[in-house]
């Protein structure tokens, strides 16, 4: 089973902030959390992970609780392109390799 | 291009012969894997690889073999499928260096096979 929960759905205005929530509240010490998106039926692509921290790219930010029981991605400008699902993802095995996705969020971007 | 790629993309085919989904990455990862998605149940590991010759179950192996004779191939293999091995199946590829777990993975684009 995943060890992240995340909300079902989520709407977002183009061009404003997508926020996106998890709670990971078994996560250990040495666990990271990962972001991935799906778009349509595509592979899972990337987008950012992070320990304690906080983190940023360029395609968004990771803001970790300071007791790592949830975090928040953040899309600072989103745009329709970003119309996807959203996976938290904190590994399965001690190889941080194992992936179970569960449902994710489908956050829509809207015009 | 760094990328994972998949062969077919889509299959269809009928129960009881044997088929084999090809995956190759051009990145030199020693990590590889295999993941079937379901509506409903997310994505789910089927079989891993550390490296060469190396290979190992994950959460959902049954019905499907491996082989990892080369760094950048890693092939599913179904000896006799079923109908409900009708899934979108995904391998994906990442450099894995011991003691870290920071290495993201590279997913290639998918392969949808219906058992009939």
């Known amino acids: 089973d995943a060890k992240t929960t995340q909300p079902t759905s989520m709407d977002c205005a183009e061009g404003r902030a997508a926020n996106l929530p998890c709670n990971h509240s078994?996560?250990?010490?040495?666990?990271?959390v990962y972001w991935y998106r799906q778009i349509h039926s595509q592979g899972p692509q990337y987008i950012i992970h992070?320990?304690?921290n906080n983190e940023t790219n360029e395609m968004a930010s990771l803001i970790i609780t300071e007791d790592r029981k949830s975090s928040t991605l953040i899309l600072p400008h989103a745009t329709l392109r970003d119309t996807a699902v959203y996976y938290c993802?904190?590994?399965?095995?001690?190889?941080?390799?194992?992936?179970?996705f569960g449902p994710g969020t489908r956050l829509s971007v809207l015009p | 291009e760094a990328q994972v790629t998949q062969n077919p993309r889509y299959l269809i085919t009928v129960t009881g012969k044997k088929l084999t989904v090809t995956c190759s990455q051009n990145?030199?990862?020693?990590?590889m894997s295999w993941y079937r998605q379901d509506p409903g149940l997310g994505l789910r590991q089927i079989y891993y690889s550390m490296n060469v010759e190396v290979t190992d179950k994950g959460d959902v192996p049954e019905g499907y073999k491996v082989s990892r004779k080369e760094k950048r191939n890693f092939p599913l293999i179904l000896e006799s499928p079923s109908p409900n091995q009708t899934s979108l199946y995904f391998c994906a590829s990442s450099s894995w260096t011991s003691g870290t777990y920071t290495d993201t993975q590279y997913f290639g684009p998918g392969t949808r096979l219906t058992v009939l």
């Open positions: 992070g320990l304690k």
């Open positions: 993802i904190v590994p399965n095995d001690n190889y941080g390799q194992n992936f179970v």
């Open positions: 078994t996560i250990s010490g040495n666990e990271y």
């Open positions: 990145m030199n990862h020693e990590y």
